[in-house]
T-cell receptor
């Protein structure tokens, strides 16, 4: 059973546009939600993360929006650039289970110049 | 500062053989986790070690084992390799043992033939 559901599977955005990737979870015990960016042949790189006591967190062009009641969170990439073309993964973890992350299935983002 | 380092970067093994993968965490980090990433999917949790003790184990067979050394480096061992073990094996380093940011290495690409 997929603990974290991610959509869309792929996304094509024009340069300068906004990329939006969505994730949903069921387990209300999750309390840490990171987003990772992965380029082909590389390990995932931590982009930004949020805890459920805030509804939004922004770092540069990347923003996480968090809706605790809906059990959903999303990544917004503003002013998308061709260099942002990569696969993005959402993830979730909960304190009692150590640092075990449950990952979404990934979104392949392509930014067209 | 050195990030998470994994060795080797690529490996080809024959079905039935044994393999050992190695990981050195970020200096000062005491937690190491191992993940398996099959092509086109998100990483799947295998093990977490914190302060040399196992903190978590994912849904993987007993052919998979790991350990953490006094310098916090770690090894992942896989016995009796199957074709289905072919994947990117990722090591993640964290400063704490629970519910905190994790930084991934570049991974070891294992191919079983």
């Amino acid at each position: 059973q997929q603990q974290v559901k991610q959509s869309p599977q792929s996304l094509i955005v024009q340069k300068g546009g906004i990329s939006i990737i969505n994730c949903a979870y069921e387990n209300t015990a999750f309390d840490y939600f990171p987003w990772y960016q992965q380029f082909p042949g590389k390990g995932p790189a931590l982009l930004i993360a949020i805890r459920p006591d805030v509804s939004e967190k922004k770092e540069g062009r990347f923003t996480i929006s968090f809706n605790k009641s809906a059990k959903q969170f999303s990544l917004h990439i503003m002013d998308s650039q061709p260099g942002d073309s990569a696969t993005y993964f959402c993830a979730a973890s909960m304190a009692p289970s150590g640092n075990q992350f449950y990952f979404g299935t990934g979104t392949s983002l392509t930014v067209i110049p | 500062d050195a990030g998470v380092t994994q060795s080797p970067t690529h490996l080809i093994k024959t079905r039935g053989q044994h393999v050992t993968l190695r990981c050195s965490p970020i200096s000062g980090h005491k937690s190491v986790s191992w993940y398996q990433q099959v092509l086109g999917q998100g990483p799947q949790f295998i093990f977490q070690y914190y302060e040399k003790e196992e903190r978590g184990r994912g849904n993987f067979p007993d052919r998979f084992s790991a350990r953490q050394f006094p310098n916090y480096s770690s090894e992942l061992n896989v016995n009796a390799l199957l074709l289905g073990d072919s994947a990117l094996y990722l090591c993640a380093s964290s400063p704490l043992g629970t519910n905190t940011e994790a930084f991934f290495g570049q991974g070891t690409r294992l191919t079983v033939v």
